[in-house]
């Protein structure tokens, strides 16, 4: 079992920064993919980047540019700054991690919400 916790969200303007933690309960040399997606209301939940545990990272084309994905292998956390954000940003983003053939572990999301 893997326990992902989230940290980071909350409410900020249009152009501003967030970023977001995700904690893991084991180390993350342990898992092969960490990643972020993200659910606004009335949509399906979409990827918005991820991290290969050789560091390779993925980003969704409408946070290229914007976002970076990052992680601390000595802290078991992986690390979403976002700037620039935009209204369209706005969703609860949750942490993903996938661990070999097991089923795809998640946090409990925690809230982005970009508004003036």
């Known amino acids: 079992q893997v326990q992902l916790v989230e940290s980071g969200g909350g409410l900020v303007q249009p152009g501003g920064s967030l970023r977001l933690s995700c904690a893991a309960s084991?180390?993350?040399?342990?898992?092969?993919?960490m990643g972020w997606y993200r659910q606004a209301p009335g949509r399906k939940r979409e990827l918005v980047a991820d991290?290969?545990?050789?560091?390779?990272?993925n980003y969704a084309d409408s946070v290229k540019g914007r976002f970076t994905i990052s992680r601390d292998n000595a802290k078991n956390t992986v690390y979403l700054q976002m700037n620039s954000l935009k209204p369209e940003d706005t969703a609860v983003y949750y942490c993903?991690?996938?661990?070999?053939?097991?089923?795809?572990?998640w946090g409990q999301g925690t809230q982005v919400t970009v508004s003036s």
């Open positions: 993903n991690a996938r661990v070999g053939l097991l089923s795809p572990f």
């Open positions: 084991v180390r993350l040399f342990s898992i092969n993919v």
């Open positions: 991290i290969t545990s050789g560091a390779y990272t």
